[in-house]
């Protein structure tokens, strides 16, 4: 008899607790299958350490297959679920597609950032949800400080200096106290214009901070914020987003370069295409976490609604805390409806709530006893420590550095303001040139300094073919217009590339049979160095003289790898093309240093190299930074969750 097969989408608290609680009761009598898009479990209440510097980035991390040696890992996200056929389809980091079988099957796959119809805000807001965007806000608040100082004009640098968080929950409210230390730190190695200090502005449509919360931890948080500088702005929502700041509902227009998105989640799209029933866009499940009509699929996490046992009528809501519990209950479930041990209702009792404020400050309420101050930090830091299921040890050494050392201020520059947009279905990556964005638009924004190809081109259509390349044109190839004045460099850059592509598949000459490689190593030594760039050649060409006229080295070009063999002294009539000329009706004068006195063939090669980095999104600001349009936005349901406890 086969084993029974278990596929988890998603590692996140839900998906994590149900894999390794299943792995422990099975005992390798159960095939487990983990499909994740990274090979990490992430620790999500710290990440506003990560944005603050005060945690490296893998300390909030821990490794699926070092602590889940039982469990098989699938790297790759889920993109479609055949309930008839029990089979998850996946598409995974490289583009290529998988399935995987299943007899029971959980869904964990967990919440993205929430959208609201506010103008401007998908195109100039950053989202809080994964680690490329934690990264991305350490890098942007350290480059806006540095630019501020460097800044000739007030009003410039007063705009760099603003920071606009919108949300006033969970996230939101940790976000916005751990970046005024962090910001207040930096100004104090690079000093602002005299009578200039950074601003953070906290703007929520609801009544208090911290609203799903008691009325204790919410005055705590709000006093402790006012206190360190921090305008906590309620009852005050958008009313349009621009690049150049946010205009209030009050009327007032705040100038800002930054805008930090911590207004709630929505649950993973990828339960809408199921067609079961849906509650605001969780997947209904009954007190076992199983689907009703479907006892072989369970569902916990964000994307579940379940019932809450203790308030009846209402659904638990979503949080850190609910999910992993939820995962434990769901893998003893999934192994009882295999035989194994007696299915179980979700109950739970709360155990309180704690808000990491930064510092020494914090606010919680461990077992209903509410603290502020030390002891609620030290009761905030036990808990992570606890809580995280590995690199307890190297998260204490990063806590206690950061008490006696002062923190790094560096940018990195890893992820890019393109890279991590807000209408992302996986915020958990980093968008990258090239790869497959899957259950994402094609065409979707890519946020602050990213530009569609309409607002880049207003006079062409989407479908039309980009113009070539500006400059002299090559024969074959129609020379373009010249940018128009003004236009910024990032998105000059765009539509050359998009020319130079567009050129070479439409171009009969680009068709013709490729050069051979003796043929492409004797052609780039004679054409001069203007035109070696547009030919395939080896990267390491074998050494030789230099050719008078000539300096400069070499350039790279990714048309092949390794050494190409030896050029023949005279290229014999049958190996030339239809489209190739003889010697006698190319240039007169002979190529220099070749064997036999060749003469330089000048022949279009077979496919211009590209020796251009891969294009930057457009960048509309003087000073080549991607431009961060400010804008926080409404806030228009009370549901409290923002995957941290």
């Given at each position: 008899?086969?084993?029974?097969?278990i596929?988890?989408?998603?590692?996140?608290?839900?998906?994590?607790?149900?894999?390794?609680?299943?792995?422990?009761?099975?005992?390798?009598?159960?095939?487990?299958?983990?499909?994740?898009?990274?090979?990490?479990?992430?620790?999500?209440?710290?990440?506003?350490?990560?944005?603050?510097?005060?945690?490296?980035?893998?300390?909030?991390?821990?490794?699926?297959?070092?602590?889940?040696?039982?469990?098989?890992?699938?790297?790759?996200?889920?993109?479609?679920?055949?309930?008839?056929?029990?089979?998850?389809?996946?598409?995974?980091?490289?583009?290529?597609?998988?399935?995987?079988?299943?007899?029971?099957?959980?869904?964990?796959?967990?919440?993205?950032?929430?959208?609201?119809?506010?103008?401007?805000?998908?195109?100039?807001?950053?989202?809080?949800?994964?680690?490329?965007?934690?990264?991305?806000?350490?890098?942007?608040?350290?480059?806006?400080?540095?630019?501020?100082?460097?800044?000739?004009?007030?009003?410039?640098?007063?705009?760099?200096?603003t920071?606009?968080?919108?949300?006033?929950?969970?996230?939101?409210?940790?976000?916005?106290?751990?970046g005024?230390?962090?910001?207040d730190?930096?100004?104090?190695?690079?000093?602002?214009?005299?009578?200039?200090?950074?601003r953070?502005?906290?703007?929520?449509?609801?009544?208090?901070?911290?609203?799903?919360?008691?009325?204790?931890?919410?005055?705590?948080?709000?006093?402790?914020?006012?206190?360190?500088?921090?305008?906590?702005?309620?009852?005050?929502?958008?009313?349009?987003?621009?690049?150049?700041?946010?205009?209030?509902?009050?009327?007032?227009?705040?100038?800002?370069?930054?805008?930090?998105?911590?207004?709630?989640?929505?649950?993973?799209?990828?339960?809408e295409?199921?067609?079961?029933?849906?509650?605001?866009?969780?997947?209904?499940?009954?007190?076992?976490?199983?689907?009703?009509?479907?006892?072989?699929v369970?569902?916990?996490?964000?994307?579940?609604?379940?019932?809450?046992?203790?308030?009846?009528?209402?659904?638990?809501?979503?949080?850190?805390?609910?999910?992993?519990?939820?995962?434990?209950?769901?893998?003893?479930?999934?192994a009882?409806?295999?035989?194994a041990?007696?299915?179980?209702?979700?109950?739970?009792?709360?155990?309180?709530?704690?808000?990491?404020?930064?510092?020494v400050?914090?606010?919680?309420?461990?077992?209903?006893?509410?603290?502020?101050?030390?002891?609620?930090?030290?009761?905030?830091?036990?808990?992570?420590?606890?809580?995280?299921?590995?690199?307890?040890?190297?998260?204490?050494?990063?806590?206690l550095?950061?008490?006696?050392?002062?923190?790094?201020?560096?940018?990195?520059?890893?992820?890019?303001?393109?890279?991590?947009?807000?209408?992302?279905?996986s915020?958990?990556l980093?968008?990258?040139?090239?790869?497959?964005?899957?259950?994402?638009?094609?065409?979707?924004?890519?946020?602050?300094?990213?530009?569609?190809?309409?607002?880049?081109?207003?006079?062409?259509?989407?479908?039309?073919?980009?113009?070539?390349?500006?400059?002299?044109a090559?024969?074959?190839?129609?020379?373009?217009?010249?940018?128009?004045?003004?236009?910024?460099?990032g998105?000059?850059?765009?539509?050359?590339?998009?020319?130079?592509?567009?050129?070479?598949?439409?171009?009969?000459?680009?068709?013709?049979?490729?050069?051979?490689?003796?043929?492409?190593?004797?052609?780039?030594?004679?054409?001069?160095?203007?035109?070696?760039?547009?030919?395939?050649?080896?990267?390491?060409?074998?050494?030789?003289?230099?050719?008078p006229?000539?300096?400069?080295?070499?350039?790279?070009?990714?048309?092949?790898?390794?050494?190409?063999?030896?050029?023949?002294?005279?290229?014999?009539?049958?190996?030339?093309?239809?489209?190739?000329?003889?010697?006698?009706q190319?240039?007169?004068?002979?190529?220099?240093?070749q064997?036999?006195?060749?003469?330089a063939?000048r022949?279009p090669g077979?496919?211009?190299?590209?020796?251009?980095?891969?294009?930057?999104?457009?960048?509309?600001?003087?000073?080549?930074?991607?431009?961060?349009?400010?804008?926080?936005?409404?806030?228009?349901?009370?549901?409290?969750?923002?995957?941290?406890?």
């Amino acid at each position: 008899m086969s084993r029974p097969r278990i596929v988890i989408v998603g590692a996140g608290f839900a998906g994590y607790r149900t894999a390794k609680e299943l792995s422990r009761k099975a005992r390798g009598k159960a095939d487990i299958t983990l499909l994740n898009p990274t090979d990490y479990f992430l620790y999500l209440p710290l990440l506003p350490q990560v944005a603050a510097g005060i945690l490296e980035p893998r300390r909030v991390t821990v490794s699926l297959s070092d602590t889940l040696p039982q469990v098989r890992l699938v790297l790759g996200e889920a993109d479609g679920i055949d309930l008839d056929a029990r089979t998850v389809h996946y598409t995974d980091p490289e583009g290529t597609g998988g399935t995987l079988g299943y007899d029971r099957l959980v869904l964990a796959a967990g919440s993205v950032n929430k959208l609201l119809p506010i103008p401007g805000v998908a195109e100039h807001a950053h989202g809080f949800r994964g680690l490329p965007e934690a990264l991305y806000l350490r890098d942007h608040v350290t480059r806006q400080v540095e630019l501020a100082a460097a800044a000739d004009d007030p009003e410039t640098c007063a705009a760099r200096c603003t920071f606009v968080v919108v949300g006033a929950g969970y996230t939101g409210t940790e976000v916005a106290a751990q970046g005024q230390l962090f910001t207040d730190a930096q100004v104090r190695r690079h000093p602002l214009r005299k009578g200039m200090r950074p601003r953070w502005l906290l703007l929520d449509i609801a009544e208090r901070v911290l609203p799903e919360l008691d009325v204790h931890l919410s005055r705590t948080a709000d006093r402790t914020l006012r206190e360190r500088g921090v305008e906590v702005r309620m009852g005050t929502s958008v009313k349009e987003a621009t690049p150049d700041g946010v205009l209030l509902t009050d009327g007032e227009f705040v100038a800002t370069r930054s805008l930090v998105w911590c207004v709630g989640v929505r649950p993973d799209p990828l339960a809408e295409a199921l067609g079961l029933p849906m509650e605001r866009g969780r997947l209904l499940v009954d007190p076992n976490l199983q689907v009703p009509g479907r006892p072989e699929v369970f569902a916990c996490g964000d994307a579940a609604a379940v019932p809450d046992l203790e308030n009846p009528g209402q659904f638990t809501p979503m949080t850190a805390q609910h999910a992993w519990r939820q995962g434990r209950t769901a893998a003893l479930n999934v192994a009882a409806s295999l035989g194994a041990g007696v299915r179980r209702p979700y109950e739970h009792r709360d155990l309180g709530f704690v808000v990491d404020l930064g510092g020494v400050k914090a606010a919680a309420n461990p077992l209903g006893v509410p603290l502020s101050g030390l002891a609620a930090g030290a009761v905030t830091r036990g808990y992570h420590l606890a809580a995280m299921p590995g690199n307890r040890v190297r998260v204490a050494a990063d806590w206690l550095l950061d008490a006696v050392l002062p923190r790094q201020a560096v940018q990195l520059g890893l992820v890019r303001s393109w890279s991590v947009p807000l209408d992302t279905a996986s915020p958990e990556l980093a968008r990258v040139p090239g790869r497959p964005q899957a259950r994402q638009e094609a065409d979707a924004r890519s946020g602050p300094g990213a530009a569609t190809e309409q607002e880049t081109r207003p006079g062409r259509k989407a479908t039309e073919p980009a113009a070539p390349a500006v400059g002299k044109a090559e024969p074959g190839v129609p020379a373009v217009e010249a940018a128009e004045p003004g236009t910024p460099a990032g998105e000059a850059v765009i539509s050359e590339a998009k020319a130079r592509e567009a050129a070479e598949q439409g171009s009969p000459e680009r068709r013709g049979p490729a050069l051979y490689a003796p043929e492409r190593e004797s052609l780039e030594r004679q054409v001069p160095e203007r035109h070696a760039a547009e030919l395939n050649v080896p990267e390491h060409p074998a050494p030789e003289p230099e050719a008078p006229g000539r300096r400069g080295p070499e350039r790279e070009l990714p048309g092949r790898r390794g050494p190409a063999p030896h050029a023949p002294e005279q290229e014999s009539p049958e190996r030339q093309g239809p489209d190739r000329k003889s010697p006698e009706q190319k240039s007169p004068e002979p190529a220099k240093n070749q064997p036999g006195g060749e003469p330089a063939k000048r022949q279009p090669g077979p496919e211009p190299a590209k020796s251009q980095p891969t294009p930057e999104p457009a960048k509309n600001q003087p000073d080549g930074e991607p431009a961060e349009g400010p804008g926080p936005v409404k806030r228009t349901d009370a549901d409290p969750a923002e995957g941290d406890s």
